[in-house]
């Protein structure tokens, strides 16, 4: 069994906090500069690459954080995981969103059954049903094709999901693989269900409502404006309806249903794209084979992680040099920046993600810890951040470490020359000098025109934005969060901080406030 | 003139340090935090209020903020901008967009001409022209209407249109506004354009060219493709487009466009939406009285701005708070969290709005400075937060103020019941809970589920989510950043720091390059 520590027990801590810092505007000038981009790199899953030369690490820091690495026990508790160990210790679960993809370790039993083969099983049941809609074997009553898929949840059953989906849906208009449109209905706001009806063809579209617990308020309540929608064009809603839910869910066996997918308490809301939470809606859309790839990138990611050496295992390395920036110097919140506008929300996925994850004050027994955890995570596609928040990313009084993603081909391959080059060749272009501009900086007489660079930040670059890649890049995430959260000490599979708002909504909605609440549900008419 | 002093040297500021801090929880619990609510609340445009209660201020703070309104000159300053002084210092040049949507002082003439006489004149052109287009006089070479419009533009010239787009289009759909359907084109990344060319009617689409330079690369590009993709259907590029510009960039005299459409040097992009650069499209999409009401709107926030006394004006007051949370209490970011699913593109607009402005580390005259400026500013809409990264916010151990912005009705009225209450009553008993949750907390002897509270927050709260309300929540936000501005001795009018990637981009592009960005262009085969 590893040891689990606070961070600030750990020797290795101590010393990464005597470290020398690094003056990154230097290292990465001149030669200096260019050996580290040919060296700081460590290749992923999918034939990507994770490159950390303009991170303020320098070998010393690097062979301190792997001695962190080693003294955390990094390895063994991700084995313990995936071998399956009660990690998430608030909410006494194992914590399996790994075996949606692939088997790292043991045959983990649970619920009386091999989890591998359960998930797997799922997944070649929504194969079969994706199949059959797309066939035409599984109909409207009128005998005729779904066109269109409507996810309905919230969390985890919405942004990682929509992100997925949005990530892939141009490479599949290239590829063949649009087979149907997706739309998603979350937020328990009644003009949002309303604007997606409107924009659909209610009649051929199918809707997949995603529960794990069967319970969750917003999702249930959005399925009843649903359900009256299609009664009034005068459709069964029990025809157009699927659900993904637990098997102990009151909508398990429920009649409403077309057919019901499961997952379990094992996959957190915001590890469960890989399960049928996106299972069901990237299968519908795009063909089953299309996420058997994106498993496929998912388990050759897991693999890598796997690996003890942090300077071969990229989503280590990535959790320990963000540690790095967090703990020792001092910076508050990450910025991710996608250049490929189909990753446009793959950074909403990875606030909920890590923020979710490792948000906490409290260390997996429960006890209060004294250091700081995750960070702020926010992020938008670039080119179109330069032109936005990038002036205080450049210019501001604090420094934000920043996580770049880039590509060399498009998805459409579909491109014009102006000026001699590609929009992907300017793209690509813009991404590279970013990263030099942040590190090295310029001087000006002028101080307004003046950058003072030594702004960290890493890249992983790959080939093409395919299922394959996005599988591996959700999975490098992750497990960085993860390390992280090994790191920290904190239980990164609940999430007690959403509990209190919703207690607080209920007795609001039934009138039972006093004080300021009794205040604020006056000024709502409520 | 106003004197233009750093934060540093105010009296109040020093004040304002040594003030004692407000026990959140405490003032917020019982009797005292439903007086608080009833009294810390400043009415706003639109028939909106802002309500301060759950913030870390009471009558000592606020008096002591007023104090450094005073010596800050707030009022003034803001004087002298809508009176057309130089108040962006770097680019030497006046800031007029106010003037876009009313006028708040004197005539300002420049360029030969009353500037506020030709923003009306060209919002009238414009919505001559969208007329034109309705009426089906300016057709397509079939004679056939236009029924999309398709911006393409960057930065200002995309976040604030097409925030302002999706917040009115539910509006617009339930009022029998919605005349055209609005895409819009901005990343360089070419999946962008084609993605977007996918998805729309060509024959039968009009497309804006939004770059007051005339010179914006993305721009520029984007427009190539989507000339191309007109040829390639047989259509002619100068019938399906119209520029918005200023009158000295290469477009205004173009025989490319159908028509030009002026703004001018005095209008930052991130403050643009009042003019052409929202104008065109939203005339377009929703007719040219929907724009009309959304800059009466903006107009009656900037008259209730000009108020000398900050607890009457909620702009300055906003500001006041915001400041004090940055600089007194040390907080490095704040989330925008809008309950309203139409206003999901609206944190991205603020973020561009606040940190392009303010995320500055020299003052008005160039010098550097000692103190923080801009926050990051992040944010998505309420519920969906909530399963998200409300986690880090309630739980985490750093604090970050939120800015909740809620509506007692939804835009539809299309709703359901569901236990005794709507979606929309739902929507707004969780904003009012989760106001009290991060103020209150609650206590628990398991350390997993307490909540310390002391968490921040104010929210804007209005009827509904109107072309009206719009327009006075985005001027709220322009001026709240302006009077940041001021109180930080910025020049919130510039963005120097997006300039040094820019050069580093086209000198990869051009392969003169060495050291670190050889290397990475070399990774991108560039």
């Keep these: 069994m590893a040891n689990w520590k606070n961070l600030d027990t750990l020797a290795s801590f101590k010393e990464l906090s005597n470290a020398k810092k690094v003056d990154l505007p230097q290292v990465m000038s001149g030669d200096g500069g260019a050996q ?37 026990e990094l390895s063994d508790k991700f084995a313990e995981l995936y071998n399956g160990e009660v990690i998430n210790t608030g909410e006494k679960r194992l914590v399996l969103h790994q075996l949606t993809r692939g088997q790292l370790g043991n045959d983990v039993m649970a619920d009386g059954v091999n989890k591998r083969e359960f998930y797997k099983n799922e997944q070649k049941r929504i194969a079969d049903f994706a199949d059959r809609v797309h066939s035409g074997q599984i109909a409207n009553a009128k005998g005729e094709k779904f066109t269109t898929v409507v996810q309905i949840g919230i969390g985890g059953s919405d942004l990682g999901p929509r992100a997925m989906y949005l990530a892939l849906e141009g490479w599949a208009r290239k590829n063949g693989k649009f087979l149907m449109e997706a739309k998603f209905i979350s937020n328990v706001d009644p003009d949002d269900a309303t604007a997606v009806l409107e924009q659909i063809d209610v009649e051929h579209s199918l809707f997949i409502l995603v529960s794990k617990s069967g319970t969750t308020l917003e999702t249930l309540t959005n399925q009843s404006f649903v359900m009256d929608a299609l009664r009034k064009k005068g459709l069964d809603p029990a025809r157009h309806m699927i659900a993904v839910t637990s098997e102990t869910s009151p909508l398990a066996k429920s009649d409403d249903y077309l057919e019901a997918f499961f997952m379990d308490d094992f996959i957190g809301g915001r590890y469960s794209s890989t399960s049928g939470v996106g299972g069901a809606v990237l299968s519908l859309a795009f063909g089953p084979q299309v996420f058997a790839d994106f498993l496929d990138g998912a388990a050759a990611a897991d693999r890598t992680a796997t690996e003890k050496d942090p300077m071969k295992n990229p989503a280590m390395l990535d959790a320990l040099i963000g540690f790095y920036e967090r703990n020792i110097l001092g910076y508050p919140a990450t910025a991710v920046l996608p250049y490929s506008q189909a990753l446009s929300r793959f950074p909403a996925h990875l606030q909920q993600l890590d923020m979710e994850s490792n948000g906490k004050s409290v260390n997996r027994f429960g006890e209060p810890i004294d250091y700081v955890t995750g960070p702020i995570i926010f992020g938008e596609p670039g080119t179109n951040g330069q ?109 007690e901080g959403v509990q209190l708002g919703k207690v607080l909504a209920k007795r609001v909605l039934a009138h039972d406030t006093d004080g300021a609440l009794a205040e604020y549900a006056k000024i709502f008419e409520i």
């Design 36 to 72: 580290r981009v040919k060296n700081y790199t460590v290749p992923m899953a999918a034939n990507m690459s994770y490159n950390y030369a303009a991170k303020a690490v320098d070998d010393d820091i690097l062979k301190k954080l792997c001695d962190l690495a080693a003294e955390a």
């Design 387 to 495: 032109h936005s928040f990038y002036q205080l990313l450049h210019q501001g009084t604090d420094i934000i470490p920043l996580q770049f993603v880039g590509f060399k081909n498009s998805q459409f391959d579909n491109d014009v020359i102006i000026e001699d080059s590609t929009s992907q060749k300017k793209l690509c272009a813009n991404v590279a000098a970013q990263i030099v501009a942040f590190a090295c900086g310029k001087d000006d007489e002028n101080p307004n025109k003046k950058f003072n660079g030594g702004r960290p930040s890493s890249i992983i670059i790959g080939q093409e934005l395919t299922p394959a890649s996005l599988g591996a890049l959700l999975s490098h995430f992750e497990n960085k969060v993860m390390f992280q959260g090994f790191i920290w000490n904190v239980n990164s599979f609940d999430q």
